[in-house]
């Protein structure tokens, strides 16, 4: 959980500068676009969405996120 691990080094969405998707299905971004707008309405990093063929664990999305501290 990407909040979780923010809140563990003392910093907030507010301090992520870029975030990285990667997603399994393209057609889920409007899904996963609407949960995103959930969390950083407001505040807009730097985003980029890629679809791949396959992430561990069998999971359908993965979110890299760069924090400025």
């Not at 563990?8 to 676009?33: H, Q, S």
């Not at 999305?61 to 501290?69: D, G, K, R, S, V």
């Amino acid at each position: 959980n990407v909040l979780a691990i923010l809140e563990e080094g003392g910093a907030t969405l507010e301090d992520i500068v870029k975030v990285t998707i990667y997603i399994t299905n393209m057609d889920n971004f409007p899904l996963v676009n609407g949960i995103y707008e959930e969390y950083f309405n407001e505040h807009k990093p730097a985003r980029c969405c890629v679809e791949v063929s396959k992430l561990p664990a069998g999971g359908d999305i993965e979110i890299e996120a760069i924090a400025l501290l």
